[in-house]
């Protein structure tokens, strides 16, 4: 009985206050989108970092003869330069580290640059002796390309010896920079809901003020007062959450999994649904425990007769 007029409070608080529990249900809603999207941008960056660090290369350029940097002096690489330097490969003080490595002409290397320029204006000026011939190093740990860089970059011949994940470095930054952002918006979103979550309890409160001061008079406890506002936050929180919980479904079923997936056809593994699912009680967790924490602190002034 005593649970049955908890609930019975709760609900005629939350038919009193319609247009503040959908504005709560929106907000909360949004904000938690927002949470759900950046910790799946989190996951997918942790998931390409692994793909693509485990699979970055150490590329080593020989010179061509329109080069003046590095070791190059406008003057080819020679075969016996790049013997040299497949020699250091495959030394005693190098071996170790290197999974293995191969080499790329200049044919090949126009071959692989018109497959990926194919619709840029720039393919139509490159010929196969402006692309310099390379070796592509797999290491075993590639933390470990510093030691490449170091014994190599010095050789007669070689131009630069890169470390690829540098290039990747800049795309994760990039991609950071996009997560951060989102949760920035995300906890804007999350405070706007605390705030809006508080002052509809605290109106539910005022119009039953006297009720609640009958109640204490009455020796009510105040648990018993504060059980009704709290789950009245919770349930537009939870509302929200669900809604929440769904479009982060959505996005990975026809966005990732669908449009994007489609789109970059690449080999890197894309977030699923799998993914999605670990999300979705997150955010209700989130939702519940700040509408509860919210609902609290707004009703404890309402505690005192």
């Known amino acids: 009985m005593r649970l049955g007029l908890i609930l019975g409070e709760a609900g005629n608080g939350l038919r009193r206050n319609v247009s503040m529990v959908i504005s709560v249900i929106l907000v909360t809603f949004i904000s938690l989108t927002f949470v759900g999207a950046a910790i799946l941008l989190q996951m997918q960056i942790g998931q390409m970092k692994d793909y693509w660090y485990d699979r970055a290369q150490v590329a080593i350029y020989m010179c061509t003869d329109f080069d003046t940097t590095g070791n190059c002096t406008q003057t080819e690489a020679t075969p016996a330069q790049i013997e040299a330097v497949k020699a250091q490969l495959e030394s005693a003080t190098l071996a170790p580290y290197v999974e293995k490595f191969e ?32 070796f592509r190093v797999n290491l075993f740990n590639p933390n470990d390309a510093d030691v490449l860089i170091e014994s190599l970059s010095g050789s007669a011949g070689v131009q630069e010896v890169a470390d690829q994940r540098a290039y990747l470095d800049q795309i994760f930054a990039v991609l950071n920079a996009a997560s951060a952002t989102a949760i920035g918006i995300a906890v804007l979103m999350l405070i706007a809901a605390v705030l809006l979550i508080a002052t509809t309890i605290r109106l539910s409160a005022f119009s039953r003020r006297r009720e609640l001061g009958i109640m204490r008079l009455v020796g009510a406890s105040n648990r018993f007062i504060q059980t009704p506002f709290i789950l009245e936050g919770v349930f537009a929180s939870f509302i929200g959450s669900i809604l929440a919980g769904g479009a982060i479904v959505a996005i990975v079923q026809f966005f990732v999994k669908g449009v994007l997936a489609q789109t970059l056809q690449t080999t890197t593994t894309l977030v699923g649904l ?28 309402y505690l005192k007769v």
Not at 107 to 132: G, R
Not at 289 to 300: G, K, R, T
């Open 103 to 134: 080499f790329e002409t200049h044919e090949q290397a126009f071959k692989n640059f018109q497959t990926q320029f194919s619709d840029q204006p720039i393919a139509a000026f490159v010929t196969p002796d402006t692309l310099p011939q390379s």
């Open 274 to 301: 799998s993914d999605a699912l670990i999300v979705v009680p997150i955010l209700i967790v989130v939702g519940a425990l700040l509408a509860a924490a919210s609902a609290s602190v707004a009703i404890s002034r």
